[in-house]
């Protein structure tokens, strides 16, 4: 087998950066400003919490927490694996907080939330990587809050044992992103599969098809139209329900840099492509994320689905 090709890193100057001044106008937008962002803004700070929209630097923070919606970060703010798309801190992760669960569920009641995305930094360090800590967190937020809850997952090394504890709790949706085609995964991810990420999905549909699944791919890193369709394929064939498909955007120098910025137009194709093959629900557009509009896409999703035989 060949080595997997390195994509470049482009050392930008302190005083300027040519990603940001090349990028197209349909990646620029108006940051909204409310009293709701301020709200959001406070309750996760009252309560010492983490989100991946401040640790991934996700675009949509701003439109996100005018909503009064946010992804709640679990297990820590230190990741144990160097994915090169990833701006989250990588190293040797902190203990288990034992009252995250509690302090969580609180969040989600102060901002009235209905429907809770939970995902977590890869945590191979913990004996379960962190599974009965999501287990814990779900059932925390339910008893709460009786909201939907959808998690992101890592990939728990593909024991389903591990999957079996987050599946205990009966989370609503569950997530877990290949984040790129099959051919640039060490690169992207490194230390994770994308066979092992199919298998994943397909376990949880397998073992509990009532589950609705969810994952999601990133355009731009240098990515095939041929290995796009490829990798949509498997995810249908994984049994995935609901796909996610944006722009790779690069959270600082260090990071992968864009090979392309794709069209607009491009994504509105992929995503008729992604619904002719039988997704319930599809976003696919420069800014969407993997829980980007998540209420909107369960919502669609579980309204679309065909009703089972009585």
Not at 159 to 185: G, S
Request: with cysteine; charged share 25%; aromatic share 6%.
């Amino acid at each position: 087998m060949q080595p997997m090709p390195v994509l470049p890193i482009i050392e930008v100057p302190a005083d300027e950066s040519p990603l940001r001044r090349r990028l197209p106008t349909w990646l620029k937008r108006r940051i909204p400003a409310d009293g709701y962002f301020a709200k959001t803004e406070k309750a996760i700070d009252d309560l010492g919490l983490e989100t991946v929209c401040t640790e991934a630097k996700c675009p949509n923070r701003s439109e996100c927490w005018s909503r009064q919606t946010a992804t709640f970060m679990i297990l820590g703010r230190v990741c144990t694996r160097p994915c090169g798309f990833c701006a989250v801190e990588r190293g040797h992760p902190e203990p288990l907080a034992l009252d995250e669960p509690s302090r969580v569920a609180e969040a989600c009641e102060r901002l009235g939330l209905k429907h809770v995305v939970i995902t977590s930094v890869t945590r191979d360090d913990l004996s379960d990587g962190g599974a009965d800590h999501f287990r814990q967190c779900i059932l925390a937020v339910r008893q709460r809050t009786g909201a939907k809850v959808e998690v992101l997952t890592p990939d728990f090394d593909g024991k389903r044992e591990l999957i079996d504890i987050v599946l205990e709790a009966q989370p609503d949706v569950f997530n877990h992103n290949v984040e790129t085609v099959a051919r640039l995964q060490r690169v992207v991810r490194r230390r994770s599969s994308y066979e092992v990420s199919l298998a994943v999905l397909r376990y949880v549909k397998e073992a509990s098809p009532q589950t609705i699944t969810k994952s999601g791919i990133m355009l731009g890193l240098g990515e095939s139209n041929d290995e796009v369709i490829q990798t949509l394929a498997d995810l249908r064939g994984a049994g995935v329900d609901l796909l996610t498909v944006g722009q790779y955007l690069q959270p600082s120098p260090k990071h992968l840099a864009v090979e392309r910025f794709v069209h607009p137009d491009e994504f509105q194709q992929i995503g008729n492509l992604a619904e002719q093959m039988g997704f319930a629900h599809v976003a696919s557009a420069p800014f969407v994320r993997s829980s980007y509009h998540a209420d909107e896409a369960w919502l669609l999703a579980t309204r679309s689905s065909p009703e089972e035989p009585k």
